[in-house]
C-alpha cells in the first residue's frame, strides 16, 4: 500500500491542495493508501518511523528536498523502502535532477507504474543527504537571505550583489582516503550527488547513479573577481573556470582550525565542527518512469 507524507501546511501551504489531487485520483483509479498529514516537521519525522516499524515499506512524499531529508533520515535501513516523489514548488532540485514529473497527476501515474530505480545517496557524518552540500560563499550569503522578512528571487540577487564581494574566505583543510592533506583559503566549495540548487545548474556534471560525487572548489582572491565566479557557479560554468579544482571522488573529510563550517545541506543551513562525507552508491530505491 502507498503511504503519502505530505509535507506540513505550515512548511508548504502548497503540499495539501496537491495531495488532494492526487487523492481524488488514486480514488478513480481503486488504488489502496494512505495519507499521513502532520502539523509540524516534527510530527512528520514521529509518523515516518512509526509507519516503517508497522512494517510499511512503499512510500510517496510530497514534497522538496529539506521534507526528502527529513524523510530518508526518519528511517534506519532505506533498503527496504521504495520512494516515490511528488514536487511541491519549493527546493525541488532532486526531483528535477531525476526526472519526475511537477504535475502532480502525472507523477503518481508515473509511480504507480511501480518501476524502480535505484540512485546513489550521501552520508554527512551521521546523516544521510540526497543532493549536494555548499561550503563558502553560497552558505554565508543564504544565511544573510533567512535573515529578511521577505523572501524571494529579488531579495536573494540583492543579498549577493551585496555580500559576496566582502566574504574573505573560509580556512579549510580537506582530503580523501590514501591522499595527503590540503589546507586552502576557500571562496566556494561543492560536493555533488544531484548537481541542481534552486534550480540552478550548480555541478553540471554531477551524477546520482555512479558511486562518486563531484567535488569542486576554487579560492578567489580579489574583489571584482568573487561577484564574477558567484555568477559562472549558479551557471555550472565555473568546472571551466581555470581557478577551479575538480575531483570525482566517493569520500572526503573536512576541518576547519575554529570548527565552524557553515554549510548548506540539501536546502538546509547547518554549522559543524568537522565533516565526514562518503556515498552510498545504489542506496536509495526510487519509483521513477
Not at 534550480?199 to 574583489?223: I, Q, R, T
Amino acid at each position: 500500500m502507498l503511504n503519502i507524507i505530505a509535507s506540513p501546511y505550515s512548511y508548504n501551504s502548497n503540499a495539501e491542495k496537491i495531495v488532494k489531487r492526487i487523492v481524488s485520483f488514486l480514488k478513480s483509479e481503486k488504488v489502496d493508501y494512505s495519507v499521513f498529514f502532520s502539523p509540524d516537521l516534527n510530527s512528520l519525522e514521529t509518523n515516518v518511523k512509526q509507519l516503517v516499524v508497522d512494517g510499511e515499506t512503499e512510500f510517496v512524499v510530497v514534497g522538496d528536498d529539506p521534507i526528502l531529508n527529513l524523510f530518508i533520515n526518519s528511517i534506519k535501513d532505506l533498503s527496504k523502502i521504495k520512494l516515490g516523489i511528488v514536487p511541491i514548488g519549493g527546493e525541488d532540485d532532486f526531483a528535477e535532477c531525476l526526472g519526475v514529473s511537477f504535475n502532480p497527476i502525472q507523477a503518481i501515474k508515473d509511480i504507480l507504474e511501480k518501476n524502480v530505480e535505484t540512485v546513489d545517496y550521501l552520508v554527512v557524518n551521521d546523516s544521510k543527504a540526497i543532493n549536494n552540500i555548499l561550503i563558502g560563499a553560497s552558505a554565508e550569503i543564504y544565511e544573510i537571505y533567512n535573515q529578511y522578512k521577505i523572501k524571494n528571487s529579488i531579495t536573494r540577487a540583492y543579498v549577493t550583489r551585496q555580500n559576496a564581494a566582502k566574504f574573505e574566505g573560509i580556512e579549510l583543510t580537506f582530503y580523501s582516503r590514501n591522499k595527503q592533506p590540503q589546507t586552502e583559503i576557500i571562496f566556494e566549495l561543492s560536493i555533488s550527488n544531484g548537481g541542481l540548487k534552486k534550480g540552478k545548474n550548480v555541478s553540471p556534471l554531477a551524477n546520482v547513479k555512479d558511486g562518486l560525487f563531484n567535488f569542486n572548489y576554487a579560492s578567489v582572491s580579489e574583489k571584482n573577481d568573487k561577484k564574477k565566479y558567484l555568477a559562472m557557479f549558479n551557471k555550472g560554468n565555473q568546472i571551466y573556470d581555470e581557478k577551479t579544482k575538480q575531483f570525482w571522488i566517493n569520500n572526503l573529510k573536512i576541518f576547519s582550525p575554529n570548527k565552524k563550517i557553515k554549510a548548506i545541506v540539501d536546502g538546509k543551513l547547518n554549522t559543524y565542527e568537522e565533516l565526514n562525507i562518503s556515498i552510498v552508491e545504489n542506496g536509495l530505491k526510487i519509483y521513477k518512469k
